[in-house]
């Protein structure tokens, strides 16, 4: 079993639509969660870390649920320039400094 | 502004040949990683070093080594590259936290696109 499982997508959305996907991670001891967002061609970058309370950083909401194990992110008033592959990523446990990457989640946002 | 730089964006190189990527950062970051990225795979860790000389594999190390002579240098090198080696190689580096793992970012270069021939 992968540490970490997205739905790649893609998400096609209008213009100023709501949009949320999921990802799941095997390991019920993973401490620090994070969302990256990777545009076509380039680096991963940190969209924003995910905390235990659910945390919002502008239009993206990002939530975590222990108990099933899996992290949300919902992106409100969609943007054009909101179109990237979202990559779920989760720290290693016993190996911190070291982390975990989903496939990621593919968000077209269409005019 | 941070930085992670990378040698070259794309490189074609043939069967056998010993290929060499560089990365630096300008961040005085103790940790470097090298990954590869492939549709429906993810990042995949291939070697992690934690201060200089230091050097952990990852999860695929299998025909890769690295090296990390100075803090803000770290190779990978593919000694005989193979056509399966064909991928997205990226570089990134992050800092140790003090007394903790709240935010152990990693901050990643460009990425070098590799094929092998």
């Known amino acids: 079993r992968k540490e970490v499982e997205q739905d790649p997508g893609p998400f096609n959305v209008p213009e100023g639509a709501t949009v949320a996907f999921n990802c799941t991670y095997s390991?019920?001891?993973?401490?620090?969660f994070f969302w990256y967002r990777q545009d076509c061609r380039k680096e991963p970058k940190l969209l924003m870390s995910?905390?235990?309370s659910g945390n919002e950083d502008g239009r993206f909401t990002a939530q975590l649920n222990r108990a099933s194990q899996y992290i949300s992110l919902l992106i409100r008033d969609s943007k054009l320039s909101d179109s990237a592959t979202y990559l779920c990523?989760?720290?290693?446990?016993?190996?911190?400094?070291?982390?975990?990457f989903g496939a990621g989640t593919t968000v077209t946002v269409r005019a | 502004d941070v930085k992670v730089t990378q040698s070259s964006r794309y490189l074609v190189k043939r069967t056998g040949e010993k290929v060499f990527l560089e990365c630096v950062q300008d961040?005085?970051?103790?940790?470097m990683f090298w990954y590869r990225q492939d549709p429906g795979l993810g990042l995949r860790l291939i070697y992690f070093?934690?201060?200089?000389?230091?050097?952990e594999k990852g999860d695929i190390p299998e025909g890769y080594s690295v090296s990390r002579e100075k803090k803000e240098r770290f190779s990978l090198i593919l000694e005989s590259a193979s056509t399966n080696q064909t991928s997205m190689y990226l570089c990134?580096?992050?800092?140790?936290?003090?007394?903790?793992?709240?935010?152990?970012?990693?901050?990643f270069g460009p990425g070098t696109r590799l094929t092998v021939l």
């Open positions: 995910v905390y235990s």
């Open positions: 990523v989760v720290n290693r446990v016993w190996d911190d400094y070291k982390l975990s």
């Open positions: 390991n019920s001891a993973s401490q620090s």
């Open positions: 070093s934690y201060d200089v000389k230091m050097k």
């Open positions: 990134a580096s992050s800092f140790t936290p003090q007394g903790g793992h709240t935010n152990n970012e990693q901050f």
């Open positions: 961040m005085d970051h103790e940790n």
